[in-house]
């Protein structure tokens, strides 16, 4: 009884347009209270047309009216509150504007929680419950609610459409079919809608496909962005080290100078102080001598001057100031333009290498590259070391060329760097800087293994294949698959087997990827690391398999 009482003071209490408790309850002239900010809304939709409209009684007001709190709602609703008066749970709300309402429910509809197909009719939580106790009733199809149930019956007929006519692609019922659409191809709606069904999933699977290629397009282009930015900091920062030892270097270079003129610059002033001290001392014992001079001269006894004359002492050696020669003043003028003429050898040649290394940095590839032209720019000539190669292999074509000759060995040397487990072989060249090349198979369904190595792989035992180690990477081809391989771990890679393979090595770079050759290149496999070593290019050759490095210039 109490649970009755409670609900009923909720529907009292509560707002028609938001389906709560009242806030800051209004009541219009009407009669009918709503919360004051939901009767605002409402009315501000209705402003254009300049009438005012009750949401339940539908009574209109010009002007709009004046809304004042109804005090004695607002405090009867505190006074319920104490009590435990709640809100009406979500599942019991009524339908407002944009939900579906129950068909069955009569003055304020609830909120419709199915549809049914063959009722063409809508159900709240109440009127829905025939449908999942009835035997018969179990049998239709609910769907979630739906406004556009209506669609299914055919205006001409008022019957169920369960036809679908592929002539005129549209819904038909079963009069249509053998009426206007007589001599049509006409199907259940059903196996319609079950073609249509695989239609989309197989055009799923082609997005969903995709996807998967555009998401790992998105990945290779993030590795290319982090390889760009590694590979740019990694030069600015070799870039700022030598040109910080140049300064070094020029520094050293100055001080040195510096030192060699403060040197020679103490050296000279020596010894012109010290030529100009004898001068002095010479002037001084001149100026004396004369002084005794112009003293004995002064004498009127002439006895006397003739007693002393004998007794003066003869004059020192005199400085012959007239032999000291002065070059024209230029001191160390010579140092310095010696010191320009570097400056401007040094700015020519920073002149001429800024232009050649601001043309490298613009040779600077972002994007990957897609066309075979761009790699052949960086070509590399591949011959196969017969020092390297298993006592199977038949090398030939210049030692560019390798054949499996299954039983019958070749005449190698004994050599620590053969092969002795594995048909392998490597290059004569290391590998630096940028390079590409290219491996065509004659016989790619038995099998060829395209890769790189450091010359310190292992060359005995079942560990020394392409890809079993930390120091060689490879792509197998064989099987009409491709699978790439490095230190054990494998990496599947789709797309048909071609009987061509490029190699691109960006070795400062730490960029090492692999392409399916055709005028249009396709990327298999694209590795970022670091490289140590220089790699040197290899195959290994499977069941009589044979692999030829190919002229690209």
């Given at each position: 009884?109490?649970?009755?009482?409670?609900?009923?003071?909720?529907?009292?209490?509560?707002?028609?347009?938001?389906?709560?408790?009242?806030?800051?309850?209004?009541?219009?002239?009407?009669?009918?209270?709503?919360?004051?900010?939901?009767?605002?809304?409402?009315?501000?939709?209705?402003?254009?047309?300049?009438?005012?409209?009750?949401?339940?009684?539908?009574?209109?007001?010009?002007?709009?009216?004046?809304?004042?709190?109804?005090?004695?709602?607002?405090?009867?609703?505190?006074?319920?509150?104490?009590?435990?008066?709640?809100?009406?749970?979500?599942?019991?709300?009524?339908?407002?504007?944009?939900?579906?309402?129950?068909?069955?429910?009569?003055?304020?509809?609830?909120?419709?929680?199915?549809?049914?197909?063959?009722?063409?009719?809508?159900?709240?939580?109440?009127?829905?419950?025939?449908?999942?106790?009835?035997?018969?009733?179990?049998?239709?199809?609910?769907?979630?609610?739906?406004?556009?149930?209506?669609?299914?019956?055919?205006?001409?007929?008022?019957?169920?459409?369960?036809?679908?006519?592929?002539?005129?692609?549209?819904?038909?019922?079963?009069?249509?079919?053998?009426?206007?659409?007589?001599?049509?191809?006409?199907?259940?709606?059903?196996?319609?809608?079950?073609?249509?069904?695989?239609?989309?999933?197989?055009?799923?699977?082609?997005?969903?496909?995709?996807?998967?290629?555009?998401?790992?397009?998105?990945?290779?282009?993030?590795?290319?962005?982090?390889?760009?930015?590694?590979?740019?900091?990694?030069?600015?920062?070799?870039?700022?080290?030598?040109?910080?030892?140049?300064?070094?270097?020029?520094?050293?270079?100055?001080?040195?100078?510096?030192?060699?003129?403060?040197?020679?610059?103490?050296?000279?002033?020596?010894?012109?102080?010290?030529?100009?001290?004898?001068?002095?001392?010479?002037?001084?014992?001149?100026?004396?001598?004369?002084?005794?001079?112009?003293?004995?001269?002064?004498?009127?006894?002439?006895?006397?001057?003739?007693?002393?004359?004998?007794?003066?002492?003869?004059?020192?050696?005199?400085?012959?100031?007239?032999?000291?020669?002065?070059?024209?003043?230029?001191?160390?003028?010579?140092?310095?333009?010696?010191?320009?003429?570097?400056?401007?050898?040094?700015?020519?040649?920073?002149?001429?290498?800024?232009?050649?290394?601001?043309?490298?940095?613009?040779?600077?590839?972002?994007?990957?590259?897609?066309?075979?032209?761009?790699?052949?720019?960086?070509?590399?000539?591949?011959?196969?070391?017969?020092?390297?190669?298993?006592?199977?292999?038949?090398?030939?074509?210049?030692?560019?060329?390798?054949?499996?000759?299954?039983?019958?060995?070749?005449?190698?040397?004994?050599?620590p760097d053969r092969f002795t487990y594995w048909h392998q072989v490597l290059s004569r060249e290391s590998l630096t800087g940028r390079c590409y090349w290219e491996v065509e198979m004659e016989e790619c369904l038995e099998g060829v293994t395209v890769g790189v190595a450091y010359k310190t792989m292992h060359r005995k035992g079942r560990s020394s294949e392409f890809g079993r180690s930390d120091k060689s990477w490879a792509v197998h081809c064989g099987n009409n698959r491709y699978i790439f391989e490095y230190n054990r771990i494998r990496t599947r890679v789709s797309g048909p087997v071609s009987p061509s393979i490029g190699v691109y090595?960006?070795?400062?770079?730490?960029?090492?990827?692999?392409?399916?050759?055709?005028?249009?290149?396709?990327?298999?496999?694209?590795?970022?690391?670091?490289?140590?070593?220089?790699?040197?290019?290899?195959?290994?050759?499977?069941?009589?398999?044979?692999?030829?490095?190919?002229?690209?210039?």
């Amino acid at each position: 009884m109490e649970q009755q009482e409670n609900h009923l003071d909720r529907e009292r209490f509560c707002c028609w347009i938001c389906v709560d408790l009242l806030k800051d309850p209004v009541t219009t002239g009407c009669g009918h209270s709503y919360c004051k900010s939901c009767i605002n809304t409402h009315w501000d939709k209705e402003e254009e047309r300049g009438s005012y409209s009750c949401p339940q009684c539908r009574q209109t007001f010009t002007p709009r009216p004046v809304l004042e709190t109804s005090t004695m709602l607002a405090d009867s609703l505190e006074e319920l509150k104490k009590t435990g008066l709640q809100a009406a749970p979500a599942d019991h709300c009524y339908a407002g504007p944009e939900d579906v309402a129950c068909d069955f429910c009569t003055g304020r509809k609830l909120k419709a929680l199915k549809s049914c197909l063959n009722c063409f009719a809508s159900y709240c939580e109440k009127h829905l419950q025939s449908h999942l106790q009835s035997a018969a009733l179990k049998k239709h199809k609910l769907v979630e609610p739906s406004e556009k149930l209506q669609e299914n019956i055919c205006s001409h007929h008022d019957e169920v459409m369960k036809m679908f006519c592929r002539t005129d692609q549209q819904c038909i019922c079963y009069l249509c079919s053998v009426e206007e659409h007589k001599d049509h191809d006409t199907v259940s709606a059903a196996a319609e809608r079950t073609e249509r069904q695989r239609e989309l999933g197989l055009r799923r699977q082609t997005i969903q496909q995709r996807v998967q290629d555009r998401e790992k397009d998105v990945k290779l282009l993030q590795q290319e962005v982090e390889a760009v930015n590694g590979s740019a900091d990694k030069a600015v920062e070799d870039s700022e080290e030598i040109f910080t030892e140049m300064i070094r270097l020029l520094e050293e270079r100055s001080s040195d100078v510096e030192q060699q003129i403060r040197s020679q610059q103490e050296t000279e002033v020596s010894r012109v102080r010290e030529l100009q001290e004898r001068l002095e001392q010479e002037i001084t014992e001149l100026k004396r001598k004369d002084h005794e001079l112009k003293q004995l001269s002064d004498t009127e006894d002439h006895n006397q001057l003739l007693h002393n004359y004998p007794s003066l002492s003869p004059l020192s050696e005199s400085t012959h100031s007239s032999s000291i020669r002065f070059r024209p003043l230029r001191n160390f003028e010579d140092v310095t333009a010696a010191v320009s003429q570097v400056r401007g050898r040094l700015e020519d040649i920073l002149s001429e290498t800024e232009t050649e290394i601001l043309q490298i940095v613009s040779q600077v590839d972002v994007l990957l590259r897609q066309t075979r032209a761009d790699f052949l720019r960086y070509s590399q000539e591949i011959t196969l070391d017969p020092n390297t190669a298993h006592k199977e292999l038949l090398l030939s074509e210049g030692n560019r060329k390798v054949t499996w000759m299954r039983v019958e060995r070749q005449s190698y040397s004994d050599n620590p760097d053969r092969f002795t487990y594995w048909h392998q072989v490597l290059s004569r060249e290391s590998l630096t800087g940028r390079c590409y090349w290219e491996v065509e198979m004659e016989e790619c369904l038995e099998g060829v293994t395209v890769g790189v190595a450091y010359k310190t792989m292992h060359r005995k035992g079942r560990s020394s294949e392409f890809g079993r180690s930390d120091k060689s990477w490879a792509v197998h081809c064989g099987n009409n698959r491709y699978i790439f391989e490095y230190n054990r771990i494998r990496t599947r890679v789709s797309g048909p087997v071609s009987p061509s393979i490029g190699v691109y090595l960006d070795h400062s770079a730490g960029v090492l990827s692999f392409y399916r050759v055709s005028d249009t290149m396709t990327l298999l496999h694209r590795y970022q690391t670091t490289f140590t070593q220089p790699l040197y290019a290899g195959v290994c050759a499977h069941l009589g398999a044979t692999a030829e490095f190919c002229k690209l210039k």
